[in-house]
Nanobody
Framework: QVQLVESGGGLVHPGGSLRLSCAAS????????MSWVRQAPGKGLEWLST???????TYADSVKGRFTISRDNAMSTLYLQMNSLKPEDTAVYYC?????RGQGTQVTVSS
């Protein structure tokens, strides 16, 4: 069955960096566009970024220039490098394939 397992979240100071990972299994990772979304406390899901099977990337304006999505098809792993983090980036971060979402990893940006 499809499994998406996020990791790498934590507590970081404003201006800091984190790298999130999403280990995928149960499907042919290479063939699928993957995305990151997040949900801040009391808010709905916010799309952040998508990477196609061919490696093309798109970003939400809120994270463009600060976050970088990437994938390692050999390892079936999706990444999100997050730099210049702000308190408003505090949220649960999820990786996504069409129809499936992982359990999420908490990112807290606070001084």
């Amino acid at each position: 069955q499809v499994q998406l397992v996020e990791s790498g979240g934590g507590l970081v100071h404003p201006g800091g960096s984190l790298r999130l990972s999403c280990a995928a299994s149960g499907f042919t990772f290479t063939n699928v566009a993957m995305s990151w979304v997040r949900q801040a406390p009391g808010k709905g899901l916010e799309w952040l970024s998508t990477i196609t099977s061919g490696g093309s990337t798109t970003y939400a304006d809120s994270v463009k220039g600060r976050f970088t999505i990437s994938r390692d098809n050999a390892m079936s792993t999706l990444y999100l490098q997050m730099n210049s983090l702000k308190p408003e980036d505090t949220a649960v971060y999820y990786c996504l394939k069409p129809g499936y979402r992982g359990q999420g990893t908490q990112v807290t940006v606070s001084s």
